[in-house]
């Protein structure tokens, strides 16, 4: 979707303002560290995958979005989450207190003991596809101009521009299906642009930026 | 810098507190999660994992050229020969800076960045304006955090856009021969390894 996260090229909004890397907090209120912990262990259920979490922040009225702070939209994210898998009502988010007692079928929640392999762990997202790669490493490709209405990662700025396949990562999970559940792979790909393919006359001769783009994505230039 | 410009991070409405307590609340009288889970993920992500991770990455690679070679060909599994893997470093790429050649990573989707080696990224990397000018403007961003290249060095910029996490192998500072790989890796900053800075000069560490 064009959302108010696809924030590449984007004028306006003002200077960056880096906090000193020594004095910056991990953390920079407590309710911070309790939605990144909450949205993870939530998260361990199973019941989304990354895909879905990243869309459901991207759904909210862009200027919701760009108004709040970034553990504020992981909030709003958590609650949407909650909501769409029925695993809390409208009425427990807004009272704070459960209508009914937990429910039995529910697989258990992380424990603590469990939390360290799991992030160990992690979630490979490589995938083996039957077929091979339709790009080579070298070929000029030209990224389609599409506009889906939902989850894409294939950034507005890239879209009608044309780049070089630089790299192939093998298959990785597409997203723009992964976000309605279906776990199916692509051939994933590092494309080179130009500064100047991308922003013309603003650009710089001498830079390139490098995305990674998935099949889909792509044509023949 | 501190955080009084108010028109760029406005502050949460007071009642966000409250409700992320009542959720909390919520989901562990619904059985969703475990409290003591919450305390095991903060403890983790505030005070085990972070930057020193991949300072360790980079002065082993500053060190040992066997080492170097296999983090550019396989970043992930020579990460994780060093114990770092998991979450968000499934898939890693190493990118190496060089006298001609600047690189720089973002995430202008969201905030995709390598916790196994780095942590949880600061504010300004997954703020609006960094993600809207990386890809555009990069020698603008490296101005404003006091980094000045030679104006023939070409500039790669890496937006994450799907899995792959990306980590910037800074330049190994000069006059630095002698140094052990322990010494170096007190030169490597976490923005040197996002690419908005360079390792710090011996001089300066020296004297911190």
Same mark, same amino acid.
């Given at each position: 979707?064009?959302?108010?996260?696809?924030?590449?090229?984007?004028? &306006? $909004?003002?200077?960056?303002?880096? !906090?000193?890397?020594?004095?910056? +907090?991990?953390?920079? /209120?407590?309710?911070?560290?309790?939605?990144?912990?909450?949205?993870?262990?939530?998260?361990?259920?199973?019941?989304?995958?990354?895909?879905?979490?990243?869309?459901?922040?991207?759904?909210?009225?862009?200027?919701?979005?760009?108004?709040?702070?970034?553990?504020?939209?992981?909030?709003? &994210? $958590?609650?949407?989450?909650?909501? !769409?898998?029925?695993?809390?009502? +409208?009425?427990?988010? /807004?009272?704070?207190?459960?209508?009914?007692?937990?429910?039995?079928?529910?697989?258990?929640?992380?424990?603590?003991?469990?939390?360290?392999?799991?992030?160990?762990?992690?979630?490979?997202?490589?995938?083996?596809i039957e077929r091979s790669a339709r790009f080579f490493i070298g070929e000029r490709i030209r990224v389609v101009?599409?506009?889906?209405?939902?989850?894409?990662?294939? +950034?507005?700025?890239?879209?009608?521009?044309?780049g070089l396949i630089?790299a192939h990562h093998g298959a990785h999970?597409f997203?723009?299906?992964?976000?309605?559940?279906?776990?199916v792979g692509e051939p994933l790909y590092s494309v080179?642009?130009?500064?100047?393919?991308?922003?013309?006359?603003?650009?710089?001769?001498?830079?390139?930026?490098?995305?990674?783009l998935f099949e889909p994505y792509l044509e023949h230039a | 810098?501190?955080?009084?410009?108010?028109?760029?991070?406005?502050?949460?409405?007071?009642?966000?507190?409250?409700?992320?307590?009542?959720?909390?609340?919520?989901?562990?009288?619904?059985?969703?999660?475990?409290?003591?889970?919450?305390?095991?993920?903060?403890?983790?992500?505030?005070?085990?994992?972070?930057?020193?991770?991949?300072?360790?990455?980079?002065?082993?690679?500053?060190?040992?050229?066997?080492?170097?070679?296999?983090?550019?060909?396989?970043?992930?599994?020579?990460?994780?020969?060093?114990?770092?893997?998991?979450?968000?470093?499934?898939?890693?790429?190493?990118?190496?800076?060089?006298?001609?050649?600047?690189?720089?990573?973002?995430?202008?989707?969201?905030?995709?960045?390598?916790?196994?080696?780095?942590?949880?990224?600061?504010?300004?990397?997954?703020?609006?304006?960094?993600?809207?000018?990386?890809?555009?403007?990069?020698?603008?961003?490296?101005?404003?955090?006091?980094?000045?290249?030679?104006?023939?060095?070409?500039?790669?910029?890496?937006?994450?856009?799907?899995?792959?996490?990306?980590?910037?192998?800074?330049?190994?500072?000069?006059?630095?021969?002698?140094?052990?790989?322990?010494?170096?890796?007190?030169?490597?900053?976490?923005?040197?390894?996002?690419?908005?800075?360079?390792?710090?000069?011996?001089?300066?560490?020296?004297?911190?």
């Amino acid at each position: 979707m064009n959302g108010p996260h696809d924030l590449g090229g984007q004028h &306006g $909004l003002g200077p960056i303002y880096p !906090e000193s890397e020594h004095e910056e +907090p991990v953390f920079h /209120a407590n309710w911070e560290r309790r939605v990144f912990a909450l949205t993870l262990a939530a998260g361990a259920a199973g019941k989304w995958n990354l895909d879905q979490s990243r869309h459901a922040r991207e759904r909210q009225h862009p200027v919701a979005y760009l108004r709040h702070s970034y553990y504020e939209n992981w909030l709003t &994210g $958590l609650e949407t989450l909650l909501l !769409e898998n029925n695993m809390v009502t +409208p009425n427990e988010l /807004a009272s704070g207190i459960a209508d009914s007692p937990p429910d039995p079928n529910h697989s258990p929640p992380l424990r603590a003991d469990d939390v360290a392999s799991a992030l160990q762990r992690g979630k490979s997202v490589q995938m083996t596809i039957e077929r091979s790669a339709r790009f080579f490493i070298g070929e000029r490709i030209r990224v389609v101009n599409n506009h889906p209405r939902g989850h894409t990662r294939a +950034p507005r700025y890239t879209r009608g521009r044309t780049g070089l396949i630089r790299a192939h990562h093998g298959a990785h999970v597409f997203p723009d299906q992964n976000a309605n559940g279906a776990r199916v792979g692509e051939p994933l790909y590092s494309v080179e642009f130009t500064s100047c393919e991308l922003w013309g006359t603003s650009g710089n001769p001498l830079d390139t930026i490098r995305v990674d783009l998935f099949e889909p994505y792509l044509e023949h230039a | 810098m501190s955080h009084d410009h108010s028109d760029e991070h406005t502050e949460p409405p007071p009642d966000v507190e409250l409700r992320v307590k009542a959720l909390e609340t919520l989901l562990v009288e619904k059985g969703l999660v475990d409290l003591a889970a919450l305390d095991v993920l903060i403890d983790t992500y505030e005070n085990q994992v972070g930057p020193r991770n991949g300072a360790q990455v980079v002065a082993k690679a500053w060190t040992d050229s066997a080492y170097r070679t296999w983090l550019l060909e396989d970043a992930a599994a020579a990460i994780s020969s060093l114990g770092f893997a998991g979450r968000q470093g499934e898939h890693i790429t190493v990118v190496e800076n060089t006298p001609g050649v600047h690189n720089l990573v973002v995430c202008t989707l969201c905030s995709c960045y390598p916790w196994p080696v780095l942590g949880l990224p600061p504010i300004w990397y997954k703020s609006a304006p960094y993600r809207a000018r990386a890809v555009a403007d990069p020698r603008g961003v490296l101005t404003e955090f006091g980094t000045e290249l030679p104006d023939d060095t070409q500039i790669h910029v890496w937006d994450s856009t799907a899995e792959m996490r990306y980590l910037v192998l800074p330049e190994r500072p000069a006059d630095t021969d002698d140094w052990s790989a322990e010494d170096l890796a007190v030169l490597v900053s976490r923005n040197a390894m996002i690419g908005t800075e360079k390792a710090r000069l011996p001089k300066k560490a020296r004297q911190k």
